[in-house]
């Protein structure tokens, strides 16, 4: 029986001003699970994921992590925070939070250092990363002069790095070429191979099948509206146009104008 890696009982978060994030979330995550959670803008993904994180913490509800509850002051002992830190790992949806040295390599290896992990075990998976991403060109650069494709993959390398058992993506492949996508779907397939959890925020409903087992579906009322497996989400497509998933789209060929769907994708310009 799969063990429980998230619990999440009636979880709720409000941003200051009380403008609520997350209404009553329940969910469960099960530990090696590749798990999506879609949703149209403003519905919650991002609050969530940063949950799974806990840089933020229900105010009402509980969250679980391995069956201890999270909450803030748990954080003031370092040596719980650099346990869990060593095991959840968070690539946001904007590479350049996560890129802050002079150079990619000091990026990649701040992880490891923070945690106190040792030099020598620092290099050996340096060596590895770089063969994996095959970034050992951009080492000396600095972050900001990289294209966006790159910072992804120097943000992805800077939290695999760490080797944490849950990865967190937020819209991993938000404004990528196909080739790029291609690459960091491989990367997190194989990741995921190894018996770690993947848990990807994402509207690019072109990935969803790939990267996912299960999809968890947040509505406007910012809770979970809908749980299943991906094929059976995606093939309703009445449900993901209710939910403001596709978009109707409309094309003239000559005098013709011809009306149809689409999923609501970063591919999709």
């Known amino acids: 029986m799969a063990k429980s890696i998230f619990e999440l009982r009636e979880a709720y978060f409000s941003y200051p001003g009380k403008i609520p994030a997350l209404c009553g979330i329940n969910l469960d995550i099960e530990e090696g699970s590749r798990v999506a959670i879609i949703g149209s803008n403003g519905t919650g993904k991002s609050t969530l994921?940063?949950?799974l994180d806990a840089l933020l913490f229900p105010h009402k509800g509980t969250i679980k992590f391995l069956g201890k509850e999270l909450k803030e002051a748990l954080f003031n002992d370092p040596g719980f925070t650099r346990s869990f830190r060593s095991r959840v790992g968070f690539v946001f949806q904007n590479s350049d939070i996560q890129l802050f040295c002079p150079t990619v390599k000091e990026d990649i290896i701040f992880g490891p250092l923070q945690l106190g992990i040792s030099q020598e075990q620092i290099n050996r998976r340096l060596d590895k990363i770089i063969g994996i991403f095959n970034i050992a060109h951009l080492l000396p650069r600095p972050g900001h002069r990289l294209s966006a494709?790159?910072?992804?993959?120097?943000?992805?390398?800077?939290?695999?790095?760490?080797?944490?058992?849950?990865?967190?993506l937020d819209e991993p492949t938000a404004g990528l070429d196909p080739q790029t996508i291609r690459n960091i779907i491989d990367i997190i397939l194989e990741f995921n191979q190894t018996g770690k959890t993947i848990i990807t925020a994402t509207h690019d409903l072109h990935i969803v099948e790939e990267i996912?087992?299960?999809v968890h579906i947040l509505g406007r009322d910012k809770n979970i509206i809908r749980t299943g497996a991906p094929v059976q989400i995606l093939s309703d497509q009445d449900f993901l146009r209710e939910n403001n998933l596709t978009h109707i789209h409309s094309h003239r060929h000559q005098d013709t104008i011809h009306t149809h769907p689409h999923l609501h994708t970063e591919h999709h310009h």
């Open 49 to 51: 994921l940063l949950m």
């Open 149 to 168: 494709g790159e910072k992804k993959k120097v943000a992805l390398a800077s939290v695999l790095i760490i080797e944490p058992q849950v990865l967190l």
């Open 212 to 214: 996912a087992g299960s």
